[in-house]
């Protein structure tokens, strides 16, 4: 089991950045890729970025390219989204997730273990 423990959401202005962090314990070392997805009330749960956990290669929906960034902390076990020039658009509730072996990084269903999620909400 992998245990996920998200932190940093919070209500914004349009233009404004925050940073999400999403800590990773129990079974660390099976750990394959890392991933933000968010959903929005109403609204299927939707890919925002990935990283493999190893080799750091990164992986972004075309919607937060350029504005998000997805970075982790091997050491640490834990991974950050950096959100910036941030929208209303992006208002949701932000998930991370953990998958164990390889495949489609925006799939959601290949995602083993989740954290409770954050809000993020953006105000025009």
């Known amino acids: 089991q992998v245990q996920l423990v998200e932190s940093g959401g919070g209500l914004v202005q349009a233009g404004d950045s925050l940073r999400l962090s999403c800590a990773a314990s129990?079974?660390?070392?099976?750990?394959?890729?890392r991933g933000w997805f968010r959903q929005a009330p109403g609204q299927e749960r939707d890919f925002v970025a990935a990283?493999?956990?190893?080799?750091?290669?990164?992986y972004y929906a075309d919607s937060v390219k350029g504005r998000f960034t997805i970075s982790r902390d091997n050491a640490k076990n834990t991974v950050y989204l950096q959100m910036n020039s941030l929208k209303p658009e992006d208002t949701a509730v932000y998930y991370c997730?953990?998958?164990?072996?390889?495949?489609?990084?925006?799939?959601?269903?290949?995602?083993?273990?989740w954290g409770q999620g954050t809000q993020v909400t953006v105000s025009s």
């Open positions: 997730a953990v998958r164990v072996i390889s495949g489609d990084y925006s799939d959601y269903g290949n995602y083993d273990y």
């Open positions: 129990g079974r660390t070392f099976s750990i394959y890729a």
């Open positions: 990283i493999s956990w190893s080799g750091g290669n990164t």
